[in-house]
């Protein structure tokens, strides 16, 4: 279905004094190229997860964003999509105690896809910032007088229910009919 496009410029080798700095790293530089890396599973030192403590992860499994089979969706409401392309590009992330630090290695440095844009760095908010974002974000738009009255007829509170599409103008039809 697809070939492989180009190989990636590998991030440099070493060791890295800690697995945030290596992803950190990884990642700044398969963002400028326009590749989004993802972890696919992680290892632990024991077993019990992150509950057990002094359980850090001592191996990582990386993929490409679009590593994976691609689905054809059979929904007859809703078709969905998936930027799935099977892309094998793959590396992993080793604590290696004798190195005293974590290595990549990539097993396979080709992408079977073109790189997507780059994202813009989101703004991060001043302190006074914050607290005006979360309230603005909660506030719901008015309602508007005929979705008020659909409101009243179903019998329940505006705090309740917020109408979308086909149900609101179902809703609609009800009260105009009388039914």
Known sequence: MFGILESVATPRAGVYSSYEDLIEN???RMEKEGYKIVKSRSHRAYVGGADVPNNGIIRCDLVCN???RAYKSEATQRKTTTKKTGCP??????????????VLTVACDQHNH?????EPPSP????G????????????PALGPDTSAAISVAGVSEAAVRLTGDTFNQMKMRSVNGV
């Not at 073109?114 to 780059?118: L, Q, S």
């Not at 991060?124 to 302190?127: L, N």
């Open 26 to 28: 990884l990642n700044e």
């Open 66 to 68: 679009r590593g994976g």
């Open 89 to 102: 590009w793959k590396a992993k992330a080793v604590h290696r105690k004798t190195l005293g630090g974590w």
């Open 129 to 140: 910032e914050d607290e005006d974002a979360e309230d603005s974000s909660s506030e719901l």
């Open 114 to 118: 073109e790189p997507g844009t780059p």
């Open 124 to 127: 991060e908010p001043s302190d």
